[in-house]
């Protein structure tokens, strides 16, 4: 693991490329066979891979969506369901990027 350096995450695909695919990674497994899986797949292909997470300080990370959502994600299925689908794997990449640098305690 890398100690995490807030410098270092402006640049962060230089310098933190392994430890967001891990994030991302994890975030997607944690909620593979628990939620509709294409509708899983279609968010992360289309929508997460736009993506860009921000350190936001005190341990603390945000992951700002395209502005163009609906026509990345074509809304597969119903909006309530993919509104809470998009929710939980965001909240889960959030936590697993607090993980990975190991910030939980921050």
Do not use: W
Request: net charge negative; glycine share 6%; aromatic share 10%.
């Amino acid at each position: 693991m890398t100690e995490f350096d807030p410098g270092k995450f402006e640049e962060k695909y230089v310098h933190c490329f392994e430890e967001l695919e891990a994030a991302y990674s994890n975030a997607y497994q944690s909620l593979h066979g628990e939620r509709d899986s294409e509708l899983l797949r279609a968010i992360d292909r289309r929508v997460l891979a736009e993506s860009e997470p921000f350190y936001e300080g005190d341990g603390t990370f945000r992951v700002e969506l395209p502005a163009d959502l609906c026509e990345l994600a074509g809304r597969p299925g119903d909006e309530t369901a993919f509104e809470a689908v998009l929710d939980d794997l965001v909240a889960e990449i959030e936590a697993e990027l607090r993980a990975v640098f190991d910030l939980d305690d921050a």
